[in-house]
Each structure stands twice: as C-alpha cells, then as structure tokens.
C-alpha cells in the first residue's frame, strides 16, 4: 500500500514543481524586466498625461519588435504631465518627427510598455530630441468608446486652443469627444451647453496648436462613427485666407442627423430606384 502512496506524492510534488517553473517562464516573458541587455543607444523624450503602471525598464517597441526601453519616468514640476525618457537602440536612429508614441498593456493583464508608430515627416527625431505626439494609457471606459468608434484622442502636451460651434441639435456629442479632420483626430470636444439666448447648443472644440492653419470658413459637422457608434465633429476646411484663431466661432455647422429623420427621409422620398422605376413607368 505504500507503493502507491508514495507514486502519487512524487507525481504531485513534480506537478507542483513544473507549475511554478511555467509561471517563472512567462514571468520572464511578459515581465519589463525580460530582455533588459541593449547595446549603444540615445535617448529621447515623450510626455504622457498617464502613464497608467508603466515602470522603469519596461520595452519600447516599434511594430511589436523591442528596440530599446523605458530609462525614466519623472513628474513635470511645471506641468501634470509625466517625462518619459525612451532609450532607442542606436540601429534605430532614423525615428520619423512626427512618430506617434503610445502606452500598451500586453495581453489583458499584463506589464505596460510604449508602442512608437511611425509618422511621415522626413525629418528624424535626434539624440535628446521629444517626441510631440502621444497616447498615454487608457481607462476601460475610453476603451470601451474606442470600441464604439468614438477613436483616440492624442495627448495635446503640446498646447491647444478653443473655438465654438453653435448646432440645433448635437445628438449624443458629449465632452471628450474627438474632433477630427480628413478623419485624423486633432483635439477634442471640450464642453457642450445649451444657449439660454441663441436657443441652441454651444460647443466648444480644443484643437491641437499644430492645426493652427484651419481656414475661418471651414465647416464644423456632426457625426457618428458607424452604426451605432459614438459621435464626434468633422470639420470641413474651407478657402479663406484668414485662419481660425483662439477664441473665434464657427458660422457653417451641421447639426446631427437623428435615425428617425434618416428613416423618414427614405420613406418619404424613396430609394433612387424607385425613382428610376417610376419614371420609366410613366413613359
């Protein structure tokens, strides 16, 4: 009897062993501390509004390959903005300027590393130089709208300024929404509120400063991403000489097309088929 005992003793406490040896291994392989060799490198900037968990040491990446790591993280005295020190393998130094540069989580829940997509400018970004533009990590909620269609709005560490719209009707557009142009983002909804005098809805749209060539005569429209997606404003540049400035107001608007009046729009008009069928009808 005590052969079989002692079998199955052995068998579990080698179960237990190579379970604790799997968690090590993938431990190592999801950890910020996996692969911390690096050969020459330089360093660049990059400020985050949140950085979320991410850690000293943690992998910087360009399309999922490691090419250097996180050298340190420090609180801006000036600005609640977090300065994120990148250090980029040397074999890595031809980085676009423009380059966007976001924190990650691998997997659902593991460590958090920053993530470079490469931009188009011509220009490199240089030993000590900063990258503008950033994502900083995002909260389960933004996530969610991501998934809704509602997109990522890119940290404006750089400065924005405000202009207003005025929409008879804004749909579900709430603060935080993005703004965008040609279908890039370049800032966000700021506050949305009904005018007591005007009778309509106010909306205030903090643009990023690079995007400071928008003519006064662009259009500012309503929309929602997809089927049932989030809604956010597109604007429409139009061809004055005269840029929009901090402060101005948006005269062409187009305010939110309800599902109702788009189902009463077909009804009412038809499909262009039907048109097409009822005039060859007449003839």
């Known amino acids: 009897m005590s052969q079989p005992r002692s079998s199955y003793a052995v068998g579990t406490g080698l179960f237990i062993v190579l379970g604790f040896a799997a968690l090590a291994y993938l431990a190592t392989q999801t950890s910020s501390v996996a692969n911390v060799h690096q050969g020459d490198s330089y360093v660049v900037d990059a400020q985050f509004t949140n ?10 990446k360009i399309a999922g390959v490691r090419v250097g790591q996180v050298q340190s993280i420090t609180l801006r005295a000036d600005h609640d903005v977090a300065d994120v020190k990148l250090s980029i393998d040397k074999g890595y130094d031809h980085i676009p300027l423009d380059s966007v540069a976001t924190i990650f989580t691998s997997g659902l829940l593991g460590d958090q590393y920053v993530g470079i997509e490469y931009g188009s400018s011509k220009q490199a970004v240089a030993a000590g130089g900063t990258l503008a533009r950033t994502k900083s990590t995002q909260p389960l909620e933004e996530m969610l709208g991501k998934f809704f269609g509602a997109g990522g709005v890119v940290d404006n560490v750089g400065g924005s300024y405000a202009v207003k719209a005025g929409f008879s009707n804004v749909g579900t557009l709430s603060a935080g929404a993005p703004v965008k142009m040609a279908g890039v983002v370049i800032g966000s909804v700021q506050s949305v509120h009904a005018d007591p005098v005007k009778l309509n809805a106010q909306v205030v749209l903090s643009i990023d400063k ?32 005269e840029m929009l400035k901090d402060g101005d107001e948006m005269i062409l608007t187009q305010s939110a097309m309800q599902l109702e009046d788009l189902i009463g729009k077909f009804l009412v008009n038809g499909s262009p088929s039907d048109k097409k069928d009822a005039g060859n009808g007449s003839k």
Do not use: C, M, W
Request: net charge neutral.
């Open 51 to 60: 950085i979320g968990q991410l850690k000293e040491r943690a992998p910087v």
């Open 210 to 241: 690079r995007y400071n060539a928008i003519p006064d005569d662009s259009s500012a429209a309503v929309f929602t991403s997809g089927l049932i997606g989030s809604q956010y404003v597109a604007i429409q540049p139009g061809g004055s000489p």
